[in-house]
């Protein structure tokens, strides 16, 4: 996520340098009080370039969670289990996918019963 974050930096940084140094030096360079129009007035844009930097990691980063987290799944082959239906009831419900390294369809299930899971189910999707 870190990763995202500081890779939106540059853009976010580098966006209001060329909205605001472009046309103020370029466009339409005025002289004021003998301020140059190079890049020596860069330290007037320093507060847009700072809040536009942030602004940028942060939508990176909020927006990065739900691509990376694959959310929102609108289907899950879980949603189609009876007992799912119970869960707010119940107040616990644990998955455990196939995904996982450590999964094995035996000795999965044996854990959970072991441990005290009353009920522990496989379920498969039929898309895969």
């Given amino acids: 996520?870190?990763?995202?974050s500081f890779a939106a930096v540059l853009p976010g940084s580098l966006r209001p340098v060329a909205l605001e140094f472009i046309p103020s030096s370029f466009l339409y360079p005025l002289?004021?009080?003998?301020?140059?129009?190079?890049f020596f007035t860069v330290p007037a844009f320093f507060p847009v370039m700072f809040e536009l930097t942030v602004l940028f990691?942060?939508?990176?980063?909020?927006f990065g969670v739900f691509v990376l987290n694959r959310l929102p799944r609108?289907?899950?082959?879980?949603?189609?289990?009876?007992?799912f239906r119970r869960v707010t009831r119940?107040?616990?419900?644990?998955?455990?996918?196939?995904?996982?390294?450590?999964?094995?369809?035996t000795g999965t299930v044996e854990?959970?019963?072991?441990?005290?899971?009353?009920?522990?189910?496989?379920?498969?999707?039929?898309?895969d």
């Fill in 1 to 4: 996520m870190a990763t995202l």
């Fill in 74 to 83: 609108f289907h899950h082959p879980l949603f189609a289990h009876r007992p």
């Fill in 111 to 127: 854990f959970l019963t072991e441990i005290g899971g009353k009920e522990a189910t496989l379920i498969y999707d039929e898309n």
């Fill in 57 to 62: 990691s942060a939508f990176t980063a909020f």
């Fill in 31 to 38: 002289i004021v009080h003998g301020k140059p129009v190079n």
């Fill in 90 to 105: 119940d107040a616990f419900f644990l998955v455990i996918e196939s995904v996982d390294p450590r999964f094995s369809e």
